[in-house]
């Protein structure tokens, strides 16, 4: 062999000694270093995960029905490799599933390793499905929404989407805490994609959501309902709203929304009916807006209750000339009387004793130029003219609420301020989170945003707002028996940035009792047909609607309303606790009187009930229980006296005694009476009324 020639099998060979051991390295990186990586890979290559969905967590309304919750369904899906006659497969589940023969054969030929074929499938389906028992073809569970109260609600429930995410409303404003944690199945397949038979697998079970309790009370929103129902049909109306709010925390306790629509079935109505309207949408607000150009007008010092008006029925204001709804005018009028008549003339002369520098001022601490901070989603915010650019004219209109829009919910979170004695409260619709064993593990808290208003000034309006319903626009709106302070409210409604003429809402805004608010209440109707006054078309509304809630909360009824600007009346105080003698010689200071009813010292409870309003020299009826302790068998007689009858029952229940009604309402009368000794088991006879005394003359 020459020397060429051994040359070349040197090369030759160093070639292969070179290439041996780079595939030395290489087997020796991928054993030992890329090992891990590729037989994870290949471990992923033979797991396939089908996803299991988990439930949403429940809704319910504050006393704990479900306003909303989820039950567990089946989805039919395939994994395509396994099937092995696509095209038998298709032919038999189209029959079942009521779906094209192509579609069903595009789903099952895809080259990908899962495809849903059906979601949420009606059990009777499924079991019709699982029959055939076709290869590669499976279920697993989903979750599926149910609203089970139908309408009620629906705008603030929201809806929920196929794949169990929230788009609207509460389900979408709370959807991470609602939403829960999505679950899984594994099962190992070949390198043909078939499942291999005994073959490793993973179930990590889906977590259920956590739960929301709400403000809203069920049995309030369906009286909201119904009533708003009935004068939407009545009215042949486009629509409408009421809103109850709690004036001293800002929950609410309704929000009725027309047109409706079932979440259960949302696609079979227009988009438009799921428009939170109370919080999306800007109203020209009309007289509802008057008590906050009032409370700017006091609070500023530029006017006082002694002040008078006015009005000879227009009003020129520059070159403009402005009118008011009665073309006579009112006269001379009281600053009481201004809002009792809800002058407009009058309140262009509050609003320019004001100025515009005040005047603003106050629009923007009611909250009408910001959102309410509400827990809803799609809040809008009001719409006014700058301040910078607002002329004399401007002023003027928007002091009786016209040219300025705003959305319902600030009309409430500002009337309630006035019933609260001054605060801005932030509405909110849920109170606290629960988990699946009922633990709260999250509450609600809001905090007064600020005070707007003194408590002297919020006191001279809701006086002044008693008289509107007592006397004024707002009669049609009274509850006999209550004391009731309010707002009647008639705007030309706006449709694209421009009066609609012959286009109104009609609203009425107020809160009871008048003295003690409990409730704040908002009215509004939409494009009434025929009579489209706020006292004539909402005011009853109101009237009806409190009239059921009031009975429903057992707000004991009150004295008729009297003219609360007089002097013969007085505020009755707390005497429930005190010494008897104590409790007569505050009476006596309050100019009232007292008759002990009892042999006791301490007075147990009271009629009229504390915060009452009445004549001077009313006798309030002070009842106390004797010292002496009853005998063995026998019980003492508590006082039922202004219970409601399911408050009488349960107490004479835990006094061990039972009760005969007769009437409905709340307790006038008790018969043994209060303090008297008993056997145990003896029946209390007790009379209940709803009613007291007559509706204002002209009611």
């Not at 959501?209 to 403000?215: E, I, M, Q, R």
């Not at 020299?617 to 003492?636: A, C, K, Q, S």
Request: proline share 6%; glycine share 10%; hydrophobic share 40%.
């Amino acid at each position: 062999m020459g020397v060429l020639a051994r040359k070349r099998v040197g090369t030759v060979l160093g070639l292969v000694g070179a290439c041996f051991l780079l595939l030395m390295v290489r087997v020796i990186y991928v054993q030992f270093i890329w090992a891990g990586e590729l037989g994870q890979q290949a471990l992923d290559m033979r797991m396939q995960d089908i996803p299991i969905q988990p439930r949403r967590g429940v809704i319910y309304d504050r006393n704990g029905h479900e306003l909303a919750f989820s039950i567990d369904v089946e989805s039919l899906y395939a994994i395509p490799a396994q099937i092995k006659d696509p095209s038998e497969a298709a032919r038999a589940l189209s029959d079942i599933l009521g779906m094209k023969y192509d579609t069903l054969m595009s789903i099952l030929t895809r080259n990908t390793a899962f495809e849903w074929i059906k979601r949420k499938v009606p059990d009777d389906i499924a079991r019709q499905v699982k029959q055939l028992r076709l290869p590669g073809i499976g279920f697993t569970q989903e979750s599926l929404r149910v609203w089970p109260k139908g309408s009620l609600l629906a705008h603030v429930l929201g809806i929920v989407g196929i794949d169990n995410d929230g788009l609207e409303g509460l389900e979408y404003e709370y959807d991470r805490t609602l939403s829960g944690i999505e679950g899984k199945f594994t099962v190992e397949v070949d390198a043909i994609g078939e499942e291999l038979p005994h073959s490793q697998k993973g179930y990590v079970p889906a977590v259920q959501g956590k739960n929301l309790v709400l403000t809203i009370d069920e049995v309030i929103q369906f009286i909201a309902e119904r009533e708003l129902e009935a004068k939407v049909k009545e009215t042949n109306a486009e629509g409408g709203l009421i809103i109850a709010m709690d004036p001293s925390n800002g929950e609410i306790l309704a929000l009725a929304i027309r047109p409706e629509y079932d979440p259960n079935k949302y696609d079979e109505y227009p988009a438009e009916n799921r428009r939170i309207r109370a919080i999306t949408d800007s109203f020209p607000p009309g007289s509802t807006f008057k008590p906050i150009t009032a409370a700017a007008a006091l609070e500023s010092s530029a006017v006082s209750p002694a002040d008078t008006f006015y009005c000879d029925g227009s009003m020129r204001v520059g070159p403009d000339t402005l009118y008011c709804h009665r073309t006579e005018g009112h006269g001379s009028q009281t600053f009481y009387e201004v809002i009792q008549n809800s002058c407009n003339i009058g309140f262009v002369q509050i609003a320019q004793r004001t100025g515009t520098e005040d005047f603003y001022k106050y629009v923007e601490l009611f909250g009408m130029t910001s959102s309410t901070g509400i827990d809803l989603p799609g809040e809008a915010s009001g719409i006014i003219v700058p301040e910078e650019s607002a002329k004399p004219i401007d002023l003027a209109v928007m002091s009786y609420g016209q040219t300025l829009q705003t959305t319902p919910m600030q009309i409430v979170s500002s009337l309630a301020a006035i019933a609260n004695g001054g605060h801005m409260v932030v509405p909110h619709i849920v109170k606290e989170v629960t988990d699946n064993n009922g633990n709260v593990v999250e509450t609600k808290h809001y905090e007064p945003v600020r005070q707007v208003i003194s408590s002297r000034t919020a006191e001279e309006l809701r006086i002044a707002l008693e008289k509107v319903v007592s006397d004024g626009t707002g009669k049609a709106a009274y509850v006999p028996g209550y004391r009731l302070a309010g707002k009647t409210g008639t705007s030309n409604k706006v449709v694209g940035g421009k009066i609609a003429e012959g286009k109104y809402i009609a609203s009425f805004a107020g809160f009871a009792p008048a003295n003690d608010p409990k409730l704040v209440l908002l009215v509004m109707i939409d494009e009434p047909k025929g009579e489209y006054y706020g006292g004539v078309v909402a005011a009853p509304v109101f009237s009806a609607a409190m009239r059921d809630i009031l009975r429903y909360l057992e707000i004991p009824p009150q004295e008729e309303p009297v003219d609360v600007t007089e002097q013969e009346t007085v505020i009755v105080p707390d005497l429930v606790g005190k010494d008897v003698a104590a409790a007569q010689a505050e009476l006596r200071e309050s100019g009232l009187s007292g008759r002990i009813d009892g042999l006791g010292t301490t007075v147990v409870s009271q009629f009229p009930v504390a915060g009452a309003r009445v004549l001077r020299d009313t006798n309030v009826i002070l009842y106390t229980e004797d010292e002496e302790e009853p005998g063995e068998g026998m019980v003492r007689i508590p006082s039922i006296i202004g219970l409601g009858l399911t408050q009488a029952r349960a107490k004479l229940v835990d006094a061990g005694l039972s009760l005969s009604a007769q009437g409905k309402g709340f307790c006038v009368s008790q018969d043994p009476p209060a303090g008297s000794f008993v056997p145990k088991g003896s029946m209390v006879n007790a009379t209940f009324r709803m009613d007291v005394g007559e509706a204002p003359a002209g009611d």
